[in-house]
C-alpha cells in the first residue's frame, strides 16, 4: 500500500517568504508527527496530531511555526517570515493510534531558505 | 528531560564482520526505546523497539539490541553486516508521552 507521501520533496525559497509542506499519511492512521532534520543531526520534534486537534505543539520552535491537520487526514505545516535557520529536511510520519504503534516516515521535504 | 547519546558519529566495519552502535540515554522514568534506519534518499525505518519484557530485542534484517537499565544503554549489534547494511542509524527514547527523542545518529559504512 501507498506509504507517507510529503510535497513538495524540495523547497526552495527567500528569507521573509511564507512557506507550506504538505503531509499526506498512510490511510487510517490518526496518529502524526512533524520532526526538522537539520545537517547532521537527528529529526527534532515538533508537533503531534491525533485526529484534527495537535495534542502536543511544544517543539515548534516560535510562533512563526504552525500546522493544521482540519479533516484528520492531511497535514499542512505552515512557516512565516523565514529564516536562513529555517532550512532544514522536515519529516511527516504517521501511526495507527498511541504511543505503542510504530511511526511510518515520509521522505521528507528538504527546505532551503535564501 | 530526556537525552539520547550515539558515542560515535560514523563506523566503519569491514563486511562479515559484526558491529555494534552504541547508545545510551537519560531518563527519570521508565522509557520505550528504538532503533530506527535511513537509508540515503528514503524515509527513517524501524529496525526494533524496547517497550517492556525481554531486554534482548529482535529487529529486521538480523539487527538486535540490547536494553541495560544500570547503564542506561541500548546498544544496536549485527553479528554479520553486508555492504546493504550502509546507512545511517538513529537511536531514539519516547517515555509516556508521544514526544520522541532522536539521537544525532551513527553513520554505518561497509567495505567490501
Known amino acids: 500500500g501507498a506509504g507517507v507521501s510529503q510535497t513538495p520533496s524540495n523547497k526552495v525559497t527567500e528569507k521573509g517568504k511564507y512557506v507550506e509542506l504538505r503531509c499526506d499519511p498512510i490511510?487510517?492512521?490518526?496518529?502524526l508527527y512533524w520532526y526538522r532534520q537539520s545537517l547532521g543531526q537527528g529529526p527534532e520534534f515538533l508537533i503531534y496530531?491525533?485526529?484534527?486537534?495537535?495534542?502536543?505543539d511544544s517543539g515548534l520552535p516560535n510562533d512563526r511555526f504552525f500546522a493544521v491537520r482540519p479533516e484528520g487526514s492531511v497535514s499542512t505545516l505552515k512557516i512565516q517570515r523565514t529564516e536562513r535557520g529555517d532550512s532544514a529536511v522536515y519529516l511527516c510520519?504517521?501511526?495507527?493510534?498511541?504511543?505503542?504503534?510504530?511511526?511510518?516516515f515520509g521522505p521528507g521535504t528538504r527546505l532551503t531558505v535564501l | 528531560a530526556q537525552s539520547v547519546t550515539q558515542l560515535d558519529s560514523q563506523v566503519p566495519v569491514f563486511e562479515e564482520a559484526p558491529v555494534e552502535l552504541r547508545c545510551n540515554y537519560s531518563?527519570?522514568?521508565?522509557?520505550?526505546l528504538f532503533w530506527y534506519v535511513q537509508y540515503p534518499n528514503q524515509g527513517l525505518q524501524l529496525l526494533l523497539k524496547?517497550?517492556?519484557?525481554?531486554?534482548l530485542v529482535k529487529g529486521i534484517n538480523g539487527f538486535e539490541a540490547e536494553f541495560n537499565k544500570s547503564q542506561t544503554s541500548f546498544h544496536l549489534r549485527k553479528p554479520s553486516v553486508h555492504i546493504s547494511d550502509t546507512a545511517e542509524y538513529f537511536c531514539?527514547?519516547?517515555?509516556?508521552?508521544?514526544?520522541?527523542?532522536f539521537g544525532a545518529g551513527t553513520r554505518l559504512f561497509v567495505k567490501a
Open positions: 510520519a504517521s501511526s495507527l493510534n498511541g504511543v505503542y504503534n510504530e511511526q511510518f
Open positions: 490511510s487510517g492512521h490518526t496518529a
Open positions: 496530531f491525533q485526529g484534527t486537534g495537535a495534542a502536543d
Open positions: 531518563s527519570s522514568v521508565s522509557v520505550y
Open positions: 524496547y517497550l517492556s519484557g525481554s531486554t
Open positions: 531514539a527514547v519516547r517515555t509516556g508521552g508521544f514526544k520522541t527523542i
